[in-house]
């Protein structure tokens, strides 16, 4: 076996396979893979081999994009048939909701270029009589969609690899990760037969890896535990079921052709045909988590015993749907281990902590992500980059805060939930209330609706104070839901009187030291504020696209407190510390603290702002205190509001007059409790995070993880007055030299009465796309729909028209100026 190896892909699956094969296609060309049995023996074996397109994401809609088209090319390259059947896909709707939500995931499709058409259910049962559709709404069809033979497909990318100069290594089990400084030192165990179970054996070679991708499946826990991560990729138990031929369905194939795989997802199953039968997969409640901490040796490929309890509604729902299947026996069933994740989406991209390290476990659809996977992973490796932004998939998105059983249990809930309706202000229930800061339980009694970010309790909006337990979940739509008159209201408070916000879930970061200044001035884009004032900068990528946007307060000649998304927490500090420890030698050593969890932040925001924070502060002459010669739009100040020692910060992302109170979190509830009582004269609203979410479109207040990402710059963001051309900063050779490939616009919109776009959808000028929205809303000020998105920069001029496709219609939509509310931000900066 090869010992020196530039990458080492640890796992034979068709994930860890379609990663070698791209390595090797990206031009890396030492590269082994190791498995410690068959190529396939993990979950790939088993896996029914639906391609499905349908995808409510961006980055995942790419990657499965990609791998159906890849999938198409390689037998022409390796010779291999992958069994890739063209049948299509046909998702049937049994509600009008339903429907809204093909429409869209449609408008999504079409900003990645996937195809597809709507069917009636006429046209349904005109095509496939045995399919009952009385009870339909309608369906969105794929026609270039399918099924794949999961074996068949890896062995073809194997193949594929091999030729491409990829070595790949069966029974050899990769025991322990040790990195040296500049390499992985990689210990792998001969694996042998004994009594059918498969036996680490005396033989063992270290394997010295410039990078190492774990690809493991469900040994995720395990390649955890090697590399002192936590990996929320546990499995859950995924059945499928195999009939015997249906008279029917054979007779009707005499003359047709196969059936699409047909979904019905109100009923939460997929059906295919196989060999005059019908495969029923259904996605059925209260499937168990499996292998919390390790895979039995003795599981090998196997299975575990079928429960036809479990998913007896859901082959009732199969029946009811192809009534010819109800006199058909059963001939095969598979209950096979399926990762998950708790948003499930796979943990794609760098370890968290590690260099070199990079993971790719936790898939669902691993056989459908794995051509895309490895295409975009191999660009991560070998330029530094994917050409799409891969942070809804990156492993950092979960923080420190996540343990065994939040994984488990979030997990068998994802994997309930696969065909629930994905509202897009759906918010998930299971594992909550976890992380509440202390005013969580006054915000509860005060009608807060609360939304998890990051694990976080954070209230979305406030509703009506005797509201039952339901009444979020009944409030969500893909239109306007229940919720959307309070958010609407609360918009409109903090524009005309004032509101108050909890932002405490934000990323908090501390740092200082003699070379803190000399360092942030490198890693940042923008001019570093002077001390007392802060700036709103960007760390970039080594391609100049934007990695994280930070608020910098600076409170000392060195000493710099930087905020950042709370969604993205592990995400910022990784990279911050990973910045600070390969600088070392240039800017000497760099403190790094970590202050999230310690200070909580309240946003106090609107007109009316001034004089709820002017009766609470106590200061020697409080008329003056927040004045703005005394506190300047773009300062902070250290105040005491009551008994409370505050960081006040003059900044508010909606736009209006207002402060950011940084407070000790153990003061939150003292804090809390005096703002109330100073804001009731003033008619303070209690102000969630969705009202916030519209109110920062109006001012054209770009959001990291959706206007910002590592697929534009702060150029291509329109941000260039953050950007500081005439000084040197990490990343600014790449961002100039990439130009503006597509520019970030503000647009109002004359939507349907009744929706706002979510930010997810196609924007076109006349037939041709030329772009799509990233964010979307209402805006309370110019009483329409609202959103921001990225078109070809010669369209992002003030009063272009364009149209926004939204319920499979278009809607005029207009590039306005950026900063629409207040351009000059003259009610930010009123003196008082
Ligand atoms: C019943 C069922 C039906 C499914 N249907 C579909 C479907 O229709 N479409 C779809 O896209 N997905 C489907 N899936 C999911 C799909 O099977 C998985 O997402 C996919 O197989 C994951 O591939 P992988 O390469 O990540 O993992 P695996 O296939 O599990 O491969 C991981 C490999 O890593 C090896 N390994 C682990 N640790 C080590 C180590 N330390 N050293 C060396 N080797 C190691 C294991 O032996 C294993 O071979 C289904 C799953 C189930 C259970």
């Not at 546990?234 to 052709?257: C, G």
């Not at 895309?372 to 992973?377: A, D, F, Q, R, S």
Request: charged residues 25%; hydrophobic residues 35%; glycine residues 10%.
């Amino acid at each position: 076996m090869k010992t020196h190896v530039k990458a080492l892909v640890v796992g034979g699956g068709a994930v860890g396979t379609g990663i070698a094969y791209h390595l090797a296609k990206a031009g890396w060309d030492d590269v082994m893979l190791l498995e410690r049995d068959e190529l396939t023996s993990g979950s790939t074996w088993h896996a029914a081999g639906l391609l499905p397109l349908f995808n409510m994401g961006y980055a995942t809609s790419h990657i499965h994009d990609y791998s159906v088209k890849f999938y198409k090319t390689l037998e022409e390259e390796t010779g291999l048939n992958a069994g890739f059947y063209v049948v299509g896909n046909l998702r049937m709707a049994q509600s009008q909701d339903r429907m809204d939500e093909y429409m869209l995931y449609a408008s999504t499709a079409e900003t990645v270029g996937i195809p597809y058409q709507w069917m009636s259910p006429a046209e349904i049962k005109d095509r496939w009589p045995l399919v009952r559709t009385e009870d339909l709404k309608g369906a969105i069809y794929h026609p270039t969609d399918g099924y794949i033979n999961p074996a068949d497909v890896t062995q073809a990318m194997a193949k594929g690899a091999r030729q491409r100069g990829v070595t790949i290594e069966r029974k050899w089990q990769v025991d322990g990760y040790t990195w040296t400084g500049d390499h992985w030192d990689v210990t792998c165990t001969k694996m042998v037969e004994k009594g059918g179970n498969l036996v680490p054996s005396d033989e063992q070679v270290v394997v010295h890896a410039e990078h190492v991708v774990t690809a493991t499946g469900n040994h995720a826990q395990r390649t955890a535990r090697l590399l002192g991560l936590k990996i929320p990729a546990i499995p859950v138990e995924h059945q499928y079921i195999v009939t015997e031929p249906d008279p029917a369905l054979v007779d009707w194939r005499k003359a047709n052709s196969e059936h699409p795989v047909l979904r019905d997802a109100d009923a939460k199953w997929y059906v295919r045909e196989e060999r005059g039968g019908w495969i029923l997969g259904p996605y059925e409640r209260n499937a168990p988590a499996r292998f919390l901490y390790d895979v039995p040796e003795s599981f090998r490929a196997d299975l575990f015993p079928l429960d036809l309890e479990r998913i007896e509604e859901e082959y009732m729902s199969m029946i009811h749907r192809i009534p010819s299947s109800e006199t058909v026996g059963l001939k095969d069933d598979y209950n096979g281990p399926i990762c998950y994740t708790p948003d499930g989406n796979p943990l794609v991209g760098p370890a968290p902590g590690l260099r070199n390290m990079w993971l790719a476990e936790g898939f669902s659809f691993g056989i459908t992500a794995a051509g895309g996977t490895g295409y975009y992973l191999a660009q991560m490796m070998v330029e530094g980059e994917a050409e799409i932004d891969m942070a809804s998939l990156d492993p950092k998105r979960y923080g420190p805060w996540m343990t065994t059983e939040y994984a488990a249990r979030k997990n068998e809930e994802c994997y309930e939930h696969v065909y629930i309706l994905h509202h897009p202000d759906e918010e998930r229930e299971a594992c909550r209330p976890l992380r509440t800061a202390p005013a969580y339980d006054r915000q509860k009694a005060l009608g807060a609706q609360f939304g998890q970010v990051n694990g976080w309790e954070r209230p979305n909006y406030y509703g009506p104070l005797d509201a039952p337990d339901s009444f979020d979940h009944d409030a969500r739509s893909f239109r306007r839901g229940g919720w959307w008159q309070y958010a609407h209201d609360e918009a409109k408070a903090i524009r005309e009187g004032v509101g108050l916000i909890d932002a405490t879930a934000f990323a908090k970061h501390v740092v200082h030291g003699p070379g803190a200044e000399a360092f942030l001035d490198w890693f940042t884009c923008n001019k570093l504020p002077r001390v007392g004032r802060i700036n709103l900068t960007y760390a970039l990528t080594s391609h100049g696209t934007t990695r994280t946007e930070y608020t910098i307060l600076r409170e000392a000649e060195d000493r710099f407190v930087l905020i950042s998304a709370g969604a993205w927490h592990a995400y910022d500090r990784d990279f911050l510390l990973k910045a600070v420890a390969d600088t070392e030698d240039r800017f000497g050593r760099i403190n790094v603290e970590d202050w999230t969890t310690r200070y909580g932040v309240f946003a106090l925001a609107g007109p009316k702002s001034r004089e709820v924070l002017g009766s609470l502060i106590r200061d020697a002459d409080p008329a003056t205190a927040l004045s703005n010669k005394r506190f300047p739009w773009l300062s902070l100040r250290q105040v005491e509001l009551g008994m409370c020692p505050t960081v006040a910060v003059r900044v508010a992302y909606t736009g209006e007059l207002g402060w950011e109170l940084h407070h000790p979190i153990e003061m939150q509830t003292y804090l809390w409790d005096r703002l109330m009582e100073a804001g009731e004269p003033h008619g303070l609203k209690l102000v969630g995070s969705r009202a916030q979410n519209w109110l920062r479109q109006e001012k054209s207040y770009r959001a990291f993880g959706t206007e910002l990402g590592r697929d534009a710059t702060p150029l291509e963001a329109g941000l260039d007055r953050f950007v500081d051309l005439e000084k040197e900063f990490h990343g600014k050779e790449a961002m100039v030299e990439t130009g503006v490939r597509a520019k970030c616009v503000t647009v109002l919109i004359d939507g349907p009465e009744d929706a706002d776009p979510w930010g997810r959808e196609a924007l076109y000028d006349g037939e041709t796309k030329v772009g799509r929205l990233t964010s979307g809303g209402y805006s309370v000020a110019f009483g329409k729909s609202i959103g921001m998105g990225y078109v070809s920069p010669e369209l992002a001029v003030t009063g272009q028209k364009l149209t926004v496709k939204m319920f499979d219609r278009s809607w005029p939509a207009e590039v306005v100026e950026d900063s629409p509310y207040d351009p000059t931000n003259a009610v930010i900066r009123v003196d008082g």
